[in-house]
C-alpha cells in the first residue's frame, strides 16, 4: 500500500534535548512537508522541499532543521532553541505540480518536559 | 483577520442528518478548495478538492464553493456517527508552487 509513515508516535523529551521526527513516503511524491498543529490553530507550516537536496522555511521554522537526501524521507529535527516544542507534528507529501493535494503521515505527538 | 475563518463548533447532529460545514476566505487568489477530515490523534484525510466555483459532489458529501461571496461549504447526507471528527477546509492559489493554509477545523458529533 503507498502511504506516508511517520515515526514513532509519541515521543517524550526532557527539556534542552535535541529529537528528530521520521516521515517515509512510497507515494513517488516529489514534495515533501512538515507542519505543526495546536488546539485552536490551524495547521502551520514549518519547512517543505519540492525536490531533493533542497528545502524551504515555512512560516514558522525557528528552532527546526529537516534534511531532504532521499525522495522518500524528510526527518525533521526539533531543536532546543524552539521554545515550545510540545505540539502534534504531521508530515504530507504531494506531487510537485499538485501541492493542492497533499496528503498526510499519521502524525507523532511530541511532548517535552 | 485570517485569510480562512472557520467555527471550530462544536457540532452536534443526530445521525441521518444534513450537516453543513462552511469556511469563509478573505483573498480572491485562491483557486483551490479543499475539505479534510481529521479523526481524533490522526492525520488529516484529504476528502475532496474543488477547483475554482461550482459543486462537486463525492458520494454522500458534497462540496461548494461561491467565489463571489468567498465562501465554502461540504455537506454531508445521511450523517453517521462514524463522521463524527474534525473537518479542515483548506484553500490554495494556482500558478507553481503555493502554500496551502487551513482553517482552523469544526469538530462534528453525530450522535446515534
Known amino acids: 500500500d503507498g502511504g506516508i509513515t511517520q515515526s514513532p508516535k509519541y515521543l517524550f523529551r526532557k527539556e534542552g534535548q535535541n529529537v528528530t521526527l521520521s516521515c517515509e513516503q512510497n507515494?513517488?511524491?516529489?514534495?515533501m512537508y512538515w507542519y505543526r498543529q495546536d488546539p485552536g490553530q490551524g495547521l502551520r507550516l514549518i519547512y517543505y522541499?519540492?525536490?531533493?537536496?533542497?528545502?524551504q522555511k515555512g512560516d514558522i521554522a525557528e528552532g527546526y532543521s529537516v534534511s531532504r537526501e532521499k525522495k522518500e524521507s524528510f526527518p525533521l529535527t526539533v531543536t532546543s532553541a524552539q521554545k515550545n516544542p510540545t505540539a502534534f507534528y504531521l508530515c504530507?507529501?504531494?506531487?510537485?505540480?499538485?501541492?493542492?493535494?497533499?496528503?498526510f503521515g499519521p502524525g507523532t505527538r511530541l511532548t517535552v518536559t | 483577520q485570517k485569510e480562512v475563518e472557520q467555527d471550530p463548533g462544536p457540532l452536534s447532529v443526530p445521525e441521518g442528518a444534513i450537516v453543513s460545514l462552511n469556511c469563509t476566505y478573505s483573498?480572491?487568489?485562491?483557486?483551490?478548495f479543499m475539505w479534510y477530515r481529521q479523526y481524533s490523534r490522526k492525520g488529516p484525510e484529504l476528502l475532496m478538492y474543488?477547483?475554482?466555483?461550482g459543486n462537486k459532489e463525492d458520494g454522500r458529501f458534497t462540496a461548494q464553493v461561491d467565489k463571489s461571496s468567498k465562501y465554502i461549504s461540504l455537506f454531508i447526507r445521511d450523517s453517521q456517527p462514524s463522521d463524527s471528527a474534525t473537518y479542515l477546509c483548506?484553500?490554495?492559489?494556482?500558478?507553481?508552487?503555493?502554500?496551502?493554509?487551513f482553517g482552523i477545523g469544526t469538530k462534528l458529533q453525530v450522535i446515534p
Open positions: 474543488t477547483y475554482s466555483s
Open positions: 483548506a484553500m490554495h492559489k494556482s500558478g507553481g508552487y503555493q502554500k496551502v493554509t
Open positions: 522541499s519540492q525536490i531533493v537536496n533542497d528545502f
Open positions: 504530507a507529501s504531494s506531487g510537485q505540480s499538485s501541492s493542492y493535494e497533499q496528503y
Open positions: 483573498n480572491s487568489a485562491f483557486q483551490y
Open positions: 507515494l513517488n511524491h516529489d514534495a
